[in-house]
């Protein structure tokens, strides 16, 4: 039968432009007693595989066509590292770890694989102050600088101030969670005692110790510590998924001046 493919399970599947690590047997009808030779009938390989990506110029589909040969220069978008990554995070690394790996293995490009850590962002920043500003309260509280009596009257004028968030919240599931995070805290104001209060206030309680003290942070080691735990716990999480590594690491807060560059450059140009 021409044009098919006779498989030792006796399935027949159609002639594919490629098979990779399958040994097949290819008869014609003419051939198919045990005492005389096979006569093969080559299938024409019309076309070579081809690559195509979606063009956000041209908005369409076009073939992939590298500029230098073989090499393939790729600069990836990392994680801006605030917080812990998340399932969403995960899928779109694992998403360009499938691509690259095909990029590589299967049209065997020599891929130079760049990827960015934003380490400067207003998230970061505002994450650090209120991480060291709340630290720096408990460690005021613990050694007795301040008073119970004042910790406690804090946390109301910090949860007041949450109440107004979440009235004015339109998102429902960010309404809900603030409205979570008031109904703890009353609940252990009620309760329990002034280190249990403090730890359910968390969030509201940081959040206005910034705004009264962030200001006067101007220490940037505050700020790159966290971002550098972050940063260290996303690498963790891509290992553990099996995401290759890339093979240059870049961070913003190391080429400020080339944003700024870049960044005037658009301007220049009327594009901002």
Not at 37 to 61: I, M, V, Y
Not at 108 to 113: A, C, E, F, T
Not at 118 to 138: E, F, M, N, P
Not at 220 to 235: K, M, N, T, V
Request: charged share 25%; with cysteine.
């Amino acid at each position: 039968i021409r044009g098919a493919y006779w498989l030792s399970s006796g399935l027949l599947l159609s002639a594919p432009r490629r098979t990779v690590g399958l040994v097949i047997n290819h008869y014609s009808a003419s051939s198919m007693d045990d005492d005389k030779p096979a006569t093969w009938h080559r299938p024409e390989l019309k076309e070579t595989t081809k690559l195509k990506f979606l063009n956000s110029l041209t908005r369409q589909k076009d073939e992939f066509i590298p500029c230098n040969g073989r090499r393939v220069a790729w600069y990836s978008c990392g994680p801006t590292v605030y917080d812990a990554a998340h399932m969403g995070h995960a899928r779109s690394f694992i998403t360009c770890d499938i691509l690259r790996r095909v990029l590589i293995g299967y049209f065997h490009y020599d891929v130079l694989y760049v990827m960015n850590i934003t380490d400067v962002d207003d998230k970061i920043i505002a994450g650090a102050r209120r991480q060291y500003l709340l630290s720096w309260y408990q460690g005021q509280f613990n050694e007795k600088r301040i008073s119970a009596e004042k910790v406690l009257s804090d946390i109301d004028e910090s949860v007041l101030g949450f109440e107004a968030k979440c009235a004015s919240e339109k998102d429902a599931a960010k309404k809900n969670m603030l409205q979570g995070i008031i109904d703890v805290v009353k609940k252990c104001r009620a309760v329990g005692d002034v280190s249990e209060i403090m730890a359910a206030a968390a969030s509201p309680l940081s959040q206005w110790l910034d705004i009264k003290h962030g200001a006067e942070l101007t220490d940037h080691s505050i700020f790159s510590a966290l971002s550098s735990r972050w940063e260290a716990d996303f690498h963790q999480d891509m290992e553990a998924l099996n995401v290759m590594v890339p093979d240059v690491l870049t961070r913003v807060s190391e080429y400020v001046p080339e944003v700024i560059g870049y960044v005037m450059r658009i301007i220049d140009n009327g594009f901002a």
